[in-house]
């Protein structure tokens, strides 16, 4: 990677994670304007439905995506923009596109469990070169550059390289995993997840696959895997684990969630592993709606 490549990167991961942590303010004191200190009591309609009757949206959701939208128009005018509440192409552009989530985990946002995520990745040619993920509850942030490792602040009282647990068992791995919302796709991943269940030290389902990316950076799960995510979910995670040493396997640039494609980040030492038994029991193998 050139040194002008390096440079631009960088630039991209600080804006990815100054563009997070402001969101996140947001979507802090959001929670406690709108909700009860726990459960889903609202003052008033500040909760919607999307693809399913599960799958809420909440006001928080927009008006973080356009807090967002707007802060990266200010820094990056010229670039296009994915994200999860007001869209747009899923199709590879040139330049610099910025694939984001406002708030990923929001039915753990909507129900007070303190485990939802911002998410900014900027992304080249489809590929992510930089990106932050910020825990909002932990006010822990996560972010990465491409070929300049994984970091956090917010774990120790300084900031840390991330790097991936050094096990070589996958007997003894700790797996993430998410279900999606439709129920035909729940049938499967729920079969599937019966299948890997003997094979590992148990399964964890934390309700936000940007987290989950980072927790296998991190160290804090071994595996990750789901079906169905969209670029959103896997476009700042995904380098993130990766750059933190992760084996990782997305989705192709342009796909879509309703294609059912895995996603897949392990540590290092269980990856080859992990994956030939994700391949005996069909867990390669794409989840259509």
Same mark, same amino acid.
């Given at each position: 990677? $050139?040194?002008?490549?390096?440079? @631009?990167? =960088?630039?991209?991961?600080?804006? =990815? #994670?100054? *563009?997070?942590?402001?969101?996140? @303010?947001?979507? +802090? ?37 356009? %807090?967002?939208?707007?802060? %990266? #128009? +200010? ?9 999860? !509440? ?46 932050? *993920? *910020?825990? *909002? ?15 956090? $602040? ?6 840390? +390289? ?8 996958? @007997? ?23 299948? /890997? ?6 399964? +964890? ?37 990766? @750059? ?5 396997? /997305? ?5 879509? $969630?309703? !294609? ?5 980040? =392990? ?5 080859? =592993? ?10 390669? !193998?794409?989840?259509?709606?």
């Amino acid at each position: 990677m $050139s040194e002008t490549a390096v440079s @631009e990167n =960088a630039a991209l991961a600080a804006i =990815a #994670r100054t *563009v997070a942590e402001e969101a996140a @303010e947001h979507v +802090r004191s959001r929670r406690t304007e709108l909700f009860a200190p726990t459960g889903t009591r609202a003052a008033d309609a500040s909760v919607s439905s999307k693809s399913t009757p599960t799958d809420p949206v909440t006001v928080a959701d927009t008006e973080t995506e356009t %807090l967002i939208r707007d802060l %990266l #128009r +200010r820094e990056r005018p010229g670039d296009e923009i994915l994200g999860e !509440e007001a869209g747009g192409s899923v199709a590879v552009p040139n330049g610099v596109r910025w694939v984001v989530d406002p708030i990923d985990g929001t039915v753990n946002f909507l129900y007070g469990i303190p485990a939802y995520a911002v998410s900014v990745a900027a992304q080249i040619d489809g590929h992510s070169v930089a990106g932050a *993920v *910020v825990d *909002v509850a932990r006010s822990v942030t996560y972010w990465a550059a491409s070929g300049q490792g994984a970091w956090a $602040s917010g774990l120790a009282p300084d900031v840390v +390289r991330l790097t991936c647990n050094p096990i070589a068992d996958p @007997e003894l791995a700790l797996v993430a995993t998410g279900f999606a919302y439709s129920r035909e796709r729940r049938v499967q991943q729920g079969a599937l997840m019966a299948q /890997l269940l003997p094979h590992v030290r148990d399964i +964890r389902r934390v309700g936000a696959a940007a987290l989950d990316l980072c927790m296998v950076a991190s160290g804090a799960v071994d595996a990750h895997i789901e079906h169905g995510l969209s670029p959103w979910d896997w476009a700042a995670g995904g380098l993130i684990a990766a @750059e933190a040493g992760a084996h990782v396997v /997305l989705p192709p640039a342009d796909s879509r $969630s309703g !294609e059912g494609h895995a996603t897949i980040a =392990a540590a290092p030492g269980i990856a080859e =592993a992990f994956l030939t038994t994700l391949t005996e029991i069909g867990g390669l !193998e794409a989840m259509p709606d």
